[in-house]
DNA sequence: TTGTGTGAAAGTTTTCACAGCA
DNA sequence: TGCTGTGAAAACTTTCACACAA
């Protein structure tokens, strides 16, 4: 967003008002992975940017598959932003034949029990949109096909081996965290 | 979950044991609100169920507008969770002429110009699935006629007075916390 | 002058361990 | 016996304040 403005570097308290934090809390939190800031004019952009991907391990380039394109697959699908964290969504699956073969954007839906060609694409990341009722089963194949993280959409636990990650997004329990500060 | 299996009471530990975490730390959480457990047969499913609505202030029922009828947000009106956590979806609305008018499930959608009447209405809380462009100009609308609280689909920061609480769900960022753990 | 990096202090959270209730 | 609620200890995080670099 900074480099879009043609910002080249930035200080740790004009990142902080931005997020809503302290100058020395962001500096703290920088220095546990090393000093990257220059006294007098803060942080490179550039480099900055590069450090967190990095640390966050997203530097390297992650393809991502979408399971279940109805609704909401569609909207993760004309979502732009994946590139911006080193995601490249390159394939979606779906059970209902009138999808199955269209192209949106990039991608082309295929038959989700070609589900297992996923450990021969190198693909570790899914996110999942299907219906609560399919979420369990699907998971279980993902599993098998040597998934590692998953962005479940389903309102639902899942169980899965501890080697594999889930991060669950449930809109109601978002949501449930407002009126606490509403009062 | 639990009184949907017919349970009527759980431990500290087979909490802890659901969600991830440890006995004593769910038993110290809810110290800090009172003490609402039975030594020997731990904590009533219905009356804890009713103590963690009242602390998140869920337990008088909040009425939520949903802006933007696109994919997402069709997604969101299909969702059958919100009442769960005491909300009720009563309203959407649109810019499209095509979809202006019609009824999906209980809610019809009105025209965006409609939006001022939120205040008459007594909603207080949105969800904003609009497109990242039209998301400030909307907001701003929404503030305008009183809203307290957003649940924001853009992956862009919105510009809000202070007394407005907004939760942000960025997919990319959520997805951008899974390669730490991936390795 | 502006603004980093960091020890040390203050504050908070987590963990432990156990007295005591149903 | 099974399980809670909670003081006290341990661990961790945040804040402060300042030496020093550009």
């Given at each position: 967003m900074l480099a879009a403005q043609g910002k080249t570097n930035i200080s740790s308290s004009a990142i902080a008002d931005i997020i809503g934090t302290n100058a020395w809390q962001i500096r703290k939190d920088f220095s546990y992975f090393g000093a990257f800031g220059k006294p007098g004019s803060g942080y490179d952009i550039d480099k900055l940017s590069k450090q967190i991907s990095k640390i966050l391990k997203i530097n390297k380039g992650h393809k991502v598959a979408l399971i279940g394109v109805g609704n909401l697959g569609s909207a993760v699908l004309a979502y732009k932003g994946f590139a911006n964290y080193g995601?490249?969504?390159?394939v979606a699956f779906d059970s209902d034949p009138k999808r199955i073969g269209k192209k949106l954007g990039e991608v082309t839906i295929e038959n989700i029990s070609k589900i297992n060609s996923l450990k021969k694409r190198n693909i570790t990341v899914a996110i999942l949109a299907v219906p609560e009722s399919a979420a369990q089963q699907v998971t279980d194949t993902l599993v098998k096909t040597g998934i590692k993280g998953i962005l479940n959409f389903s309102p639902c636990y899942l169980q899965v081996p501890k080697s594999v990650r889930i991060i669950t997004i449930d809109i109601a329990i978002d949501l449930a965290r407002l009126p606490y500060y509403i009062g």
């Open positions: 995601f490249d969504l390159v």
